[in-house]
């Protein structure tokens, strides 16, 4: 891996005083998912997303000096054990990159703008706010000058956490693994900036049809890809999908932009109906939000679609231009959200550094 990571296994650092920072990173919504995993959290097909505006986590660390490694964490004003189990071993795994990590007292405090099981992918913001906020010790710890490095950085350390976490280090549009054309790897996410400006004005209304604690974690829907028998099959759509958007957005072609997007959900959501045993996420609403927004298409041929993660909650993507004729039917989907739900989202512009008080 040609960046400082390289070294940093072999750099002589310590933290020698206190050092607090403070990152606010986004949550995002993949395109052409990713799904199956193997190794250290490496990816089996490349993926592409946007970060969400909105839909943000906050995450202030302490770090200091300490003869082992601890990790105390207050999760949306709230002892939070089993996050924090989780983060420890996130901690203590970064202890195998650099001896650094064990000998470090680490208190975090986070929080997310979102509720949690909103259909929003807590981990990633999560993650990424935490990554970044470690990037920033050893880029201290060492004296280093800011520079792109810094994200990838953050973006390899988020993977760790959580894949997709690896795409929030950014703003707009991420690429993660690798790819035939680009110079993007496993090992962490990059920008994707080579798109039609049209792109640069993507919203989200999130329809959150229901938001109960996920059916099924990410680890064992990850999982189930290891003896799905479609799995291969799997990975070389979504390969062929990554170039296929790329190629969708550099051309502003928002039809076959949209008609990827939703074989991409529709594709991952088969996978898990194909799993032994098979899981549905759908809810009924679900199906009705799929069927309505495909009818809306037809009748107005706007350039709308939807996206959808592991559960049952449908990311109906539309154009800012666009809003004043969606928001209507906008409205009418709002019968099919538990409590009449909705948060409206869109493309954001990634991660802030927030002054220390
Ligand atoms: O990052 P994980 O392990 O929680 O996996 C998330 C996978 C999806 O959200 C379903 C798709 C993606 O690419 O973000």
């Not at 909103?118 to 000058?145: D, N």
């Not at 080579?194 to 109960?212: K, N």
């Not at 109906?273 to 809810?283: D, G, I, Q, S, T």
């Not at 009705?288 to 909650?313: C, H, M, Q």
Request: charged share 25%.
């Amino acid at each position: 891996m040609n960046f400082y990571l390289n070294t940093l296994g072999e750099l002589p650092i310590s933290l020698e005083e206190p050092f607090t920072v403070n990152w606010t990173a986004p949550s995002n919504i993949a395109l052409v998912k990713y799904w199956g995993k193997h190794g250290k959290q490496l990816p089996c097909n490349p993926s592409l997303s946007f970060s969400l505006r909105e839909s943000t986590t906050t995450t202030r660390i302490s770090f200091s000096p300490n003869k082992s490694l601890k990790v105390a964490l207050n999760f949306q004003g709230q002892e939070n054990e089993k996050f924090r189990e989780r983060l420890e071993r996130f901690f203590a795994g970064l202890g195998e990159v650099t001896h650094f990590f064990r000998h470090m007292e680490i208190d975090i405090e986070s929080t997310n703008t979102f509720p949690h099981s909103a259909g929003v992918a807590s981990s990633a913001s999560s993650l990424a706010s935490i990554a970044l906020c470690v990037s920033s010790l050893i880029y201290h710890a060492t004296e280093k000058e800011m520079d792109d490095g810094f994200y990838r950085l953050a973006s390899y350390f988020a993977r760790l956490g959580s894949g997709s976490a690896s795409r929030s280090v950014y703003g707009r549009y991420s690429i993660w693994g690798h790819t035939s054309i680009l110079s993007s790897n496993d090992e962490y996410a990059m920008e994707f900036k080579d798109y039609d400006p049209l792109f640069a004005e993507l919203s989200d209304a999130i329809l959150i049809v229901s938001d109960r604690e996920k059916r099924i974690s990410s680890t064992v829907g990850h999982s189930v890809m290891n003896v799905n028998p479609y799995a291969d099959t799997r990975y070389l759509n979504a390969q062929k999908n990554v170039l296929k958007i790329i190629d969708a957005m550099k051309k502003g072609d928002l039809l076959r932009f949209f008609a990827i997007v939703e074989q991409e959900a529709l594709e991952v959501h088969a996978m898990m109906m194909v799993a032994n045993p098979p899981h549905l996420l759908f809810e009924p609403n679900t199906i009705e939000i799929i069927n309505r927004i495909k009818e809306f298409k037809e009748r107005t041929a706007l350039p709308v679609g939807y996206t959808i993660d592991t559960g049952p909650n449908v990311h109906l993507l539309y154009f800012d231009r666009d809003k004043e004729k969606v928001m209507p039917f906008i409205e009418e989907l709002r019968q099919f959200c538990q409590g009449g739900k909705i948060i409206f989202d869109g493309l954001g512009v990634g991660p802030v550094r927030n002054r220390i008080e």
